[in-house]
Structures are given as C-alpha cells and as structure tokens.
C-alpha cells in the first residue's frame, strides 16, 4: 500500500513538473497582442482583447486551474530540500503556496468575470466599461491579487535551497532562478513566455530525472 501511494505521488509530481510550464507557454504564446511591451492600462484597450474571444477565457480557465500544480510542486520541493536548509523550504514554499491562491484569485476575478460580461450585448457591455476599469485597476478587495508575485519568488527562495541541499543540480537551479526572474514583470506576455521557456527546460529536466 505505502508502495502505491510513493508511486502515485511521484506520478502525480512528475505530470506537475511537465504540465505548469506547458499551460504557460501554451497561454502566453496565445494571447492577443504578445508583442505589446505595454501592460493594458485602460478598460477599451483590454476590452477589445477580450471581447468574444472565447478561446482566451478557456486559457484563463486553465491557468486558474494551474494554481493546483504550482502548489504540489511546491510542497515536494519543500520536502526533498534538507534539513539543513530548511528555512529556505519553509518560508520560499509559504510564498509559492500564497502566490498560487493569487494566481487562482487574479484568474477567478479578472477572468471568469469578465468572460461572464462577455455574454450581454455590445450596447449592454459597452455599459459596463467603466466596472472593466475598476477590475484592471484593482479596486476594492481586488488588491489581493497583488500577491501573486509572491509566486516565482517563493520558486527562487526554493530554487536557492535546492541548489544548496543538492536536491538540484546548479544548471537546473539557475534556470529556474532565471525563469522566475522572468515571470515578475507588470503583465507584459512576452517576458513571462520567455519565464515559462526557462520553467520548461529546469522542471522538464528535473521531472526526467525522475522517471529514468
């Protein structure tokens, strides 16, 4: 039984490891304007981006879902760094663990409700734009979203631990450092494509590790 149960969790590790990065990339590389080194500053701009683009909101959907496997990879890294390392483990997986529910809130709010804005009609929706602002500009309790940067340092911190404890090797720590460096930007698609690149190479490469 104790068996069954070490295989399903690295089973369940290793298809963590591979499928983050791939829902970023795959995410990113879809979105509408990649190129724009520009955050969306106002409610019109961000509405023609999103409007009757229905494919986007199911990209949304998932990454909302990735906050699930950020977790998990999380938690093992916590426990395969030494005890020696520990405060490394503690404090950089409570910040992946409180950036994910970030990541899920920031999804939850700025996208699963805008796609449902998306269903009234043009003159309806139009209505509607200056609600689109303040959910751009995170009003109100929308602030909370602010710590999904919380994310990739919370991977630094445990990527520094990694790489002490051994658990990694230094390529594999480094590139996940960079990865993560990456991804904190202020909602620019194309560096954070890039991050998940670098995501890919480093987890694709410990989740390898794993199976041969």
């Not at 969790?9 to 963590?16: D, E, H, N, R, S």
Request: hydrophobic share 55%.
């Amino acid at each position: 039984m104790n068996n069954l149960l070490s295989t399903i969790q690295i089973v369940t590790y290793v298809f963590c490891l591979m499928v983050l990065p791939l829902i970023y990339i795959f995410s990113f590389a879809s979105h509408p304007n990649l190129l724009n080194l520009k955050p969306t500053k106002t409610a019109v701009s961000w509405a023609s981006e999103i409007r009757h683009n229905k494919k986007l909101h199911l990209l949304h959907l998932l990454v909302l879902a990735s906050s699930l496997p950020a977790i998990n990879i999380a938690l093992n890294f916590m426990e395969i760094i030494g005890e020696q390392y520990r405060i490394f483990a503690l404090s950089g997986g409570t910040l992946a663990i409180i950036g994910s529910v970030a990541l899920a809130a920031d999804k939850g709010a700025l996208c699963l409700v805008p796609s449902a804005f998306d269903t009234l009609e043009d003159e309806e929706y139009n209505q509607l734009l200056p609600g689109l602002q303040t959910l751009l500009d995170n009003k109100g309790f929308i602030w909370v979203v602010h710590f999904l940067v919380l994310l990739p340092i919370g991977f630094i911190i445990l990527s520094i631990g990694l790489i002490l404890s051994g658990a990694v090797s230094m390529w594999q720590g480094v590139t996940l450092i960079i990865g993560m460096l990456f991804m904190i930007n202020p909602d620019i698609d194309l560096l954070s494509l890039i991050g998940s690149c670098f995501m890919l190479i480093s987890f694709g490469s410990i989740g390898i590790g794993l199976i041969l």
